[in-house]
């Protein structure tokens, strides 16, 4: 209990299920009722609260039931990959409204994709039948590693023309609302958690794709570590693959052997027509030996790297992610066969390892979900109230 709770901590109670009506705000802060009063009025003003009917009474008169407006705005959401992205329109309950994905080529760089992004999000909002002034925040996730506090990319390997480029300042200035990027590992994690595991603390999610990487989620946040590496397992070492040369420079990394487009190079060397981890993930679907052989294996060689990082994180769910995921419970087999043998008992006892509930939407749902929890943190709505004075106060 605190008697210095603002109004964005009341709206923060009733968000989160914890207070319904004013006499539930005064019990649970200790603020007396003419506060709890001026700060609901106020939200209620600033459209974030909404008076939704009449709850049972324990006495006295029935009190109003308040409740937090999920209408009150949008969230605009873009999940950004090497080469097929989606976008979307959110409520602020992070549900989407509208959206789309199409293919386009992140390599293209920075003009040309933002652009394209930004076309985009006028087309889900009028598909909503919302406007740009709707508009409360814009949340995104790139292929690549970003300085989170800069929402820059940093030496992206497959975003060239991308370094150092200040990606949340043109949706700042064109929407004049907070603007958040992130990689689209941690968003994916984020979205999949917020989602689907919002009762564990701690969650890996893997996404194995064209390459291998890794969100963390600890106590209910995401984990970037000191400069925004952590989670980065595909260049760690797998046993007896040294001959596997990896993009990053060194030999034996899982990606280099086990991730999607590691697989098509394999198949492809066959003669399989096989160019990308679609590819693959369609010839294993079809029972092509060749394809459930190394998928299977690669499922295991990921065992290998997260048995470890079970053993060191003790992580209530691996959640896995992305195209090779798809290829029915091959990959998970593998992965779940190596882990639960070579994790200690303890790590393991209640340990789900589970395929992506969300598939290729759990990057909207992340970045929405990142946004969101920035915009209508405690500060950032008292900071709001505090710049529009309601109507009554102006009067
Ligand atoms: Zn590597």
């Known amino acids: 209990m605190y008697r210095s709770a603002s109004a964005g901590h009341l709206l923060d109670l009733v968000r989160g299920g914890r207070a319904r009506t004013r006499t539930d705000l005064a019990s649970?802060?200790?603020?007396?009722?003419?506060?709890?009063?001026?700060?609901?009025?106020?939200?209620?003003?600033?459209?974030?609260?909404?008076?939704?009917?009449?709850?049972?009474?324990?006495?006295?008169?029935?009190?109003?039931?308040?409740?937090?407006?999920?209408?009150?705005?949008?969230?605009?959401?873009?999940?950004?990959?090497?080469?097929?992205?989606?976008?979307?329109?959110?409520?602020?309950?992070?549900?989407?409204?509208?959206?789309?994905?199409?293919?386009?080529?992140?390599?293209?760089?920075?003009?040309?994709?933002?652009?394209?992004?930004?076309?985009?999000?006028?087309?889900?909002?009028?598909?909503?039948g919302r406007t740009p002034g709707d508009v409360r925040g814009v949340g995104m996730g790139v292929p690549g590693p970003v300085e989170f506090a800069t929402g820059r990319p940093v030496s992206p390997p497959i975003m060239p023309g991308w370094d150092g480029f200040p990606v949340p300042e043109r949706f700042e200035e064109r929407y004049g609302v907070p603007a958040l990027v992130d990689n689209d590992v941690n968003i994916m994690a984020l979205g999949e958690h917020r989602?689907?595991?919002?009762?564990?603390?701690?969650?890996?999610?893997?996404?194995?794709?064209?390459?291998?990487?890794?969100?963390?989620?600890?106590?209910?946040?995401?984990?970037?570590?000191?400069?925004?590496?952590?989670?980065?397992?595909?260049?760690?070492?797998?046993?007896?693959?040294?001959?596997?040369?990896?993009?990053?420079?060194?030999?034996?990394?899982?990606?280099?052997?086990?991730?999607?487009?590691?697989?098509?190079?394999?198949?492809?060397?066959?003669?399989?027509?096989?160019?990308?981890?679609?590819?693959?993930?369609?010839?294993?679907?079809?029972?092509?030996?060749?394809?459930?052989?190394?998928?299977?294996?690669?499922?295991?060689?990921?065992?290998?790297?997260?048995?470890?990082?079970?053993?060191?994180?003790?992580?209530?769910?691996?959640?896995?992610?992305?195209?090779?995921?798809d290829a029915d419970q091959l990959l998970l087999a593998g992965v779940r066969e190596v882990v639960y043998q070579r994790s200690p008992p303890l790590a393991t006892q209640h340990l789900k390892i589970v395929q992506s509930a969300l598939g290729d939407r759990a990057g909207i749902r992340g970045a929405a979900a990142m946004v969101i929890e920035n915009v209508l943190s405690p500060d950032a709505v008292n900071q709001a109230l505090a710049a529009e004075p309601p109507r009554e106060a102006i009067a």
């Open 195 to 325: 989602v689907k595991w919002s009762d564990s603390e701690h969650l890996l999610f893997v996404k194995v794709g064209t390459g291998i990487g890794c969100g963390i989620i600890a106590e209910g946040r995401i984990h970037r570590g000191a400069l925004g590496a952590a989670g980065d397992l595909g260049h760690v070492r797998v046993s007896g693959h040294d001959d596997a040369v990896c993009h990053c420079g060194n030999s034996g990394c899982v990606e280099a052997v086990a991730s999607g487009g590691a697989m098509a190079r394999q198949l492809g060397a066959l003669g399989l027509k096989a160019r990308t981890s679609r590819d693959v993930v369609s010839l294993a679907k079809g029972g092509n030996p060749e394809a459930v052989r190394r998928v299977r294996e690669a499922g295991r060689l990921l065992g290998q790297v997260l048995a470890s990082a079970v053993n060191f994180f003790n992580p209530a769910a691996i959640v896995v992610g992305g195209d090779v995921a």
């Open 28 to 128: 649970q802060t200790g603020l007396g009722r003419s506060a709890v009063s001026q700060a609901v009025t106020a939200l209620i003003a600033n459209g974030l609260l909404r008076e939704v009917g009449q709850g049972t009474s324990t006495g006295g008169r029935r009190p109003v039931v308040l409740a937090f407006d999920q209408q009150a705005g949008v969230i605009l959401a873009a999940d950004l990959g090497a080469t097929h992205s989606r976008i979307a329109v959110t409520d602020l309950g992070g549900e989407p409204l509208a959206e789309v994905a199409e293919d386009i080529d992140i390599a293209r760089g920075p003009g040309i994709v933002l652009g394209w992004v930004e076309e985009r999000f006028e087309d889900v909002l009028t598909l909503a």
